[in-house]
């Protein structure tokens, strides 16, 4: 087995994993998103998410939630490959992939000390904000300036000339 095919679990077991990685006090840092086409933003944002703890879960989105987020045509790569090239980053610990349209119920079952989110955010703007302030878990927005984007690395390979 391939390393990144052992850092992508199931709900169950990620609680299982998390649970121990607690026990011995580490802190639990959760990040998300589509991760369709990855680019170095997001590189910069699990990394930067990575620095907040000890151990990096990211939440994949599935294919369904990717297509309700982005529209028609998307996702380019589905779930399993999104998951797959996630979880082969050093940085990151655990994948786990979810339908929901966003993450509030993946807090409540995994409760991380810390809930990154990239810079298209503000402490204000976090769709998860209200169950992450009842949860006790802290909020932080990291990564590089949002000036990557995967809406714009498509239409920019649409319109070049095609030999």
């Not at 989105?61 to 996630?86: Q, T, Y």
């Not at 993450?103 to 990239?118: D, N, Q, S, T, W």
Request: include cysteine; glycine fraction near 6%; charged fraction near 30%.
């Amino acid at each position: 087995m391939r390393e990144a095919d052992s850092k992508i679990v199931a709900r169950e077991e990620l609680r299982e994993k998390l649970a121990e990685h607690k026990r011995h006090g580490q802190r639990i840092v959760f990040a998300n998103g589509c991760f369709d086409t990855l680019h170095v933003g997001h590189i910069r944002y699990l990394e930067g998410a990575r620095c907040e703890g000890d151990v990096l879960v990211v939440g994949v989105n599935a294919d369904s939630s990717v297509c309700n987020l982005k529209g028609p045509g998307r996702p380019i790569l589905e779930e399993n490959a999104r998951a797959w090239l996630v979880a082969a980053l050093r940085c990151v610990d655990y994948v786990v992939i979810f339908a929901e349209p966003n993450v509030e119920r993946l807090l409540e079952e995994l409760l991380p000390h810390v809930h990154a989110k990239g810079t298209d955010y503000t402490l204000e703007t976090v769709p998860e904000r209200a169950v992450a302030r009842r949860l006790g878990i802290r909020v932080v927005i990291v990564g590089d300036p949002k000036d990557h984007s995967t809406r714009e690395l498509l239409d920019s390979i649409r319109k070049a000339p095609h030999a």
